[in-house]
C-alpha cells in the first residue's frame, strides 16, 4: 500500500524556468511533510518541510504547498538551475513526542536543461 | 556533509550468506534509522533505536536484526541472503530534541549491497 505518490517519474525543466514536483498521500493521520533531493552515490539531502497547520513554506528558490483537503503537496523550484536536477523524494510523517518513521514516495527525477 | 557515517559503501557477498552494515549517526543525535532503498523504489522504513531501544519496526524482515550500542553507533545484520535483498541500505539519524515540527533526519550515503 503505497501511503506516498510521485506519480511523475520524471521531469525536464528548462533552466530559468518554474520546476513543479507533485506528491499525493492518503494517510490522514500524517502531519509533517518533507522533501529531499537525492544525488548519485549519496543520501538524501533534507531541502525543505511544512507541518499540517501551515499551507506554504519557502526557502529562497524552494517553496513547498500543501493541501490537506486534497491530500496534496507540490514542490515549486524557481528559477530552475543545472545543479537542480536530481531525483526528489516526497516523505511523510507523523508528528511524534520524539522523532518518527518516514514514509517515502518514489521518487522524481528532475533534470534542468541548459 | 550529513555527519552520518555508513560502512562499507558497497558490498559484494553470495547468497545465503551474513552481512552487518554499521552506521555512526550525527554527534549528539539518538535515534538512528534504517531504510531500505530497492531498485526505482523510495525508501522503505525498516526499524528506529532511540538511545540504545527499539523504538519501532517496519516491513523489516525477520532474517534481518539491527542494535544501536551504547556508544549510539547502530549495525544492521541481514542474514541467510537472498538475491532480492540486493539494495541500498541507508541510515539516518535524527536531533537529540524533536520540536514539534522538526522531524527531520540526516542520511548517511549508503551500503550499496550486491547479492550474487
Known amino acids: 500500500d503505497q501511503q506516498v505518490k510521485q506519480n511523475s517519474p520524471s521531469l525536464s525543466v528548462q533552466e530559468g524556468r518554474i520546476s513543479i514536483l507533485n506528491c499525493d498521500y492518503t494517510?490522514?493521520?500524517?502531519?509533517?511533510f518533507l522533501w529531499y533531493k537525492k544525488y548519485p552515490a549519496e543520501g538524501p539531502t533534507f531541502l525543505i518541510s511544512?507541518?499540517?497547520?501551515?499551507d506554504k513554506n519557502e526557502d529562497g528558490r524552494f517553496t513547498v504547498f500543501l493541501n490537506k483537503s486534497a491530500k496534496h503537496l507540490s514542490l515549486h523550484i524557481v528559477p530552475s538551475q543545472p545543479g537542480d536536477s536530481a531525483v526528489y523524494f516526497c516523505?511523510?510523517?507523523?508528528?511524534?513526542?520524539?522523532?518518527?518513521?518516514?514514509?517515502f514516495g518514489t521518487g522524481t527525477r528532475l533534470q534542468v536543461t541548459l | 556533509d550529513s555527519g552520518v557515517t555508513q560502512t562499507p559503501k558497497h558490498l559484494i557477498t553470495a547468497t545465503g550468506q551474513r552481512v552487518t552494515l554499521r552506521c555512526s549517526p550525527r554527534?549528539?543525535?539518538?535515534?538512528v534509522y534504517w531504510y531500505q532503498q530497492s531498485l526505482d523504489q523510495g525508501l522503505q522504513f525498516l526499524i528506529q533505536y532511540y538511545n540504545g531501544e527499539e523504538r519501532a519496526k517496519g516491513n523489516i524482515l525477520e532474517r534481518f536484526s539491527a542494535q544501536q550500542f551504547p556508544d549510539l553507533h547502530s549495525e544492521l545484520n541481514l542474514s541467510s541472503l537472498e538475491l532480492g535483498d540486493s539494495a541500498l541500505y541507508f541510515c539516518?539519524?535524527?536531533?537529540?530534541?524533536?520540536?514539534?515540527?522538526?522531524?527531520?533526519?540526516?542520511f548517511g550515503a549508503g551500503t550499496r549491497l550486491s547479492v550474487l
Open positions: 554527534s549528539g543525535d539518538l535515534s
Open positions: 539516518a539519524s535524527s536531533p537529540r530534541t524533536s520540536v514539534v515540527a522538526k522531524n527531520i533526519q540526516y
Open positions: 511544512i507541518s499540517s497547520i501551515k
Open positions: 516523505a511523510a510523517s507523523k508528528l511524534p513526542g520524539t522523532a518518527s518513521k518516514l514514509t
Open positions: 494517510n490522514s493521520m500524517f502531519d509533517y
